[in-house]
C-alpha cells in the first residue's frame, strides 16, 4: 500500500498532503513524519518491480501478522486450532486481501468523500441539501467500513463460528471505541511527554508507530474477549 501510495502521491500532491493530514487525526506525531518521510523516498524510488515484489512480500508479512491474531483470538475464545496450514494460512491471506480493500474504500470517502458527492449532485441534478447530507455522511460512512473489517475479524479469525454473530456484537463495538480513545490517548501523551526522540534517536519514530500498532492490537483482544462471553452466556440460556 506504501508502494501504491509512492506511486499516486508521485502524480498528485495533494493526495499526499489530504492523507497526512487525515492521518495526523488519530497516529501519533513522531510516527506521521516517518509515514511524510517514507512517502517522499518511495515517491522518489518508485518502479514496476518493486511494486509487485513489495506487494507480495507485504501481503505475506501481513498474513503473518493476521494468523497471529486468529491464535490470539483462538484463545480468548477457548478453543484449539484444529483447521488445516493451508487453510489457516488461505484464511490469513484472504482477510489481509478483504481489509487492506475494506480500508482503501474508507479512505476513498474521507480523502474524497466531498468531491464524489458534489459529482454526483451534478450527473443527477440533486441540490445543494444533497451534497450537505453526503459531507456529513461520509465520516460514519468510513467508521461503517471499519465496522465491517472489525466484524470479518471476529467471524473469520478464530476457529470458530460464533452462533450468534451480528454486526453489532458488543465486542465489536466496544474494540472500535477502544480504538479511537487508545489513538486519541496516545497522541495527547505524546503532545506533553514525547521523550522518544531524546531517548532513541530516530528509532523512536518507529517505536511510537509500533506501540501505536500494539494497542490497536490491544483493542481487537479486548473486543474478542467480550464477544467470547457474550457468545458463551448466550449458549450457556439457550441450554437452559
Known amino acids: 500500500m506504501m508502494t501504491l501510495l509512492g506511486y499516486f502521491a508521485g502524480t498528485s500532491g495533494e493526495l499526499r498532503d489530504k492523507l497526512i493530514s487525515y492521518l495526523a487525526r488519530v497516529m501519533p506525531g513522531s510516527a506521521i513524519e516517518l509515514v511524510h518521510t517514507t512517502l517522499n523516498e518511495i515517491t522518489q524510488a518508485r518502479s514496476g518491480s518493486k511494486l509487485s515484489l513489495g506487494l507480495l512480500a507485504a501481503l505475506w508479512a501481513a498474513s503473518n501478522g493476521m494468523g497471529a491474531i486468529s491464535d490470539t483470538l483462538n484463545a480468548a475464545y477457548g478453543v484449539e486450532e484444529t483447521r488445516p496450514w493451508w487453510k489457516v494460512r488461505l484464511t490469513a491471506v484472504l482477510l489481509t486481501v478483504a481489509l487492506s480493500v475494506l480500508i482503501v474504500i474508507a479512505l476513498v470517502i474521507v480523502l474524497y468523500g466531498g468531491g464524489i458527492g458534489e459529482r454526483l449532485a451534478a450527473y443527477f441534478g440533486l441540490g445543494a441539501t444533497f451534497t450537505v447530507i453526503w459531507k ?76 501505536w500498532f500494539y494497542f490497536t492490537g490491544i483493542a481487537i483482544l479486548i473486543g474478542g474477549e467480550i464477544n467470547s462471553e457474550c457468545e458463551q452466556q448466550s449458549k450457556a440460556v439457550a441450554d437452559g
Open 136 to 211: 456529513i455522511l461520509q465520516w460514519p460512512s468510513a467508521l461503517l467500513f471499519l465496522l465491517i473489517t472489525f466484524t470479518m475479524i471476529y467471524h473469520y479469525g478464530p476457529n470458530v463460528r460464533p452462533k450468534n454473530c451480528k454486526w453489532w456484537m458488543w465486542g465489536t463495538m466496544v474494540a472500535i471505541i477502544l480504538w479511537l480513545l487508545f489513538s486519541f490517548g496516545f497522541r495527547l501523551y505524546l503532545h506533553f511527554f514525547n521523550s522518544y526522540g531524546v531517548t532513541y534517536g530516530s528509532l523512536g519514530a518507529l517505536i511510537i508507530l509500533m506501540l
